[in-house]
């Protein structure tokens, strides 16, 4: 049995993965351009680079307006607010994703009710939603979450009976299709983030499709410090200063050119993945929804079997990063965000408002579980390295389960 790279064994892979971001002279040249324009920033908003930047966004993922802003946190606190979701109000958020998710409707005023995912796709479990419901409840943000997409049939059903507006987080989704139509032109809004880490990046950035010229309207007045942008230029916000700047959006120019070249790189070795991942022993994939059409690999996430390793997935990562597999266990469960905990709330205590965020352990069991037990998260550039790429991941994981109860006595 080979030796595990953890214990002092030779790596699967000392090549490492394709670098990210991508980037070559064409950005270096849009950058200066922009600079050599003297016009950087993001007033007026929108400027030449970001209104082209939405036109080709939205030819890339569906929709019809789009409005770009710093980041894809904002973006889901400016649809609440272009909503008119504020103070008094509830936003149904899962309990497995960014603090983003919540954190933007508590930006916007309105108290993040928290639920549990489905254990088949680790997205928001329609189940929940409908338990959670008050008469206070505005909204509902899934979150589509690594390559899955939230069941948007049965959340776009729960919207209706319910009167709710749907923010659809699509930070991982960028050219993800829910029966062939775009994510984030499900819902009311989608909300994308361009943060560096991200699929299309221009090193921070936000776009947020809107469904009406309304919405949109109000939503581009909010990021322009409450300057109307209704055609009449009548509407007037309570507005902050949330614009994308020219440099970002010249930069995103670019990588959109590139996006969907390695959008199909990825998606032809996923399938090579797939296959080869369900043979080995304890690892538990998650479900292909055959209504997921087209899907999108910011991250592929599967599920070990704790009791089949003998370990969590903490150390199965560990160990897989040690054999140079970019693997880790993705986000810890919303309620063990320390930004979530009452006493940090200035709020008095005790009031509604803390008492709804005093969680306790065993609140979410199986955002628990996949956050703290069994969900491994691979980075998109496994799926850029070619067959070798999929195969080390492969021989590496195959390696640590042969090597389970060594590794077992190691931790403990
Ligand atoms: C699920 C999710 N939502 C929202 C965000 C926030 O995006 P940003 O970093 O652009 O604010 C991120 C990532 O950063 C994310 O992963």
């Known amino acids: 049995m080979e030796k595990l790279a953890l214990l002092g064994g030779t790596p699967v892979r000392n090549t490492g993965y394709p670098q990210w971001p991508v980037f070559d002279e064409r950005d270096v040249e849009a950058v200066v351009a922009v600079v050599q324009s003297g016009n950087w920033g993001g007033f007026p908003y929108p400027g030449p680079q970001?209104?082209?930047?939405?036109r080709r966004f939205l030819a890339l993922q569906g929709g019809a307006?789009?409005?770009?802003?710093?980041?894809?946190?904002?973006?889901?606190?400016?649809?609440?607010?272009?909503?008119?979701?504020?103070?008094g109000d509830e936003v149904i958020?899962?309990?497995?994703?960014f603090q983003a998710t919540a954190a933007a409707p508590m930006a916007a005023g309105a108290l993040p009710v928290v639920v549990d995912i489905d254990p088949d796709t680790y997205c928001i479990d329609p189940q929940a939603i409908e338990a959670a419901i008050t008469d206070r409840t505005r909204a509902i943000i899934p979150v589509h979450l690594g390559a899955q997409m939230a069941d948007m049939d049965a959340l776009r059903d729960i919207a209706a009976r319910h009167n709710l507006i749907v923010i659809e987080d699509c930070a991982h989704a960028h050219g993800a299709r829910w029966r062939g139509q775009g994510a984030g032109t499900l819902g009311h809004f989608g909300?994308?983030?361009?943060?560096?880490s991200k699929i299309l990046t221009a090193g921070e950035g936000g776009i947020l499709i809107c469904k009406?010229?309304?919405?949109?309207?109000?939503?581009?007045?909010?990021?322009?410090?409450g300057r109307p942008h209704d055609a009449a230029e009548q509407m007037y916000t309570m507005g902050t200063n949330y614009r994308m700047a020219e440099l970002q959006a010249a930069l995103a120019n670019v990588a959109i050119e590139r996006f969907p070249q390695q959008a199909q790189e990825r998606e032809a070795m996923v399938a090579y993945m797939d296959e080869s991942l369900s043979e080995i022993p304890g690892v538990r994939m998650l479900k292909c929804d055959l209504r997921h059409t087209a899907r999108s690999f910011y991250r592929y996430i599967f599920a070990i079997d704790p009791d089949i390793f003998g370990l969590t997935h903490e150390i199965v990562c560990r160990a897989l990063r040690a054999e140079g597999i970019p693997a880790d266990e993705g986000y810890?469960?919303?309620?063990?965000?320390?930004?979530?905990q009452p006493h940090l709330s200035r709020l008095p205590v005790p009031s509604a408002y803390a008492e709804r965020l005093r969680f306790r352990p065993g609140q979410f069991p199986v955002s628990e579980r996949a956050a703290t037990r069994e969900a491994v998260w691979l980075n998109e550039n496994v799926f850029?390295?070619?067959?070798?790429?999929?195969?080390?991941?492969?021989a590496a994981l195959q390696k640590v389960y042969a090597n389970?109860?060594?590794?077992?006595?190691?931790?403990r």
């Open 332 to 340: 810890p469960p919303l309620h063990q965000y320390e930004l979530f």
């Open 93 to 97: 958020v899962p309990a497995y994703t």
């Open 50 to 54: 970001t209104a082209e930047f939405i």
């Open 404 to 411: 389970r109860e060594a590794l077992a006595a190691y931790w």
């Open 191 to 196: 909300s994308f983030s361009l943060q560096s």
């Open 65 to 87: 307006y789009g409005v770009a802003m710093m980041n894809g946190t904002v973006t889901m606190e400016v649809a609440c607010r272009a909503a008119g979701i504020g103070w």
């Open 212 to 225: 009406t010229q309304e919405l949109a309207d109000r939503a581009a007045s909010i990021i322009d410090c």
């Open 384 to 394: 850029r390295a070619g067959r070798q790429g999929v195969d080390d991941v492969i």
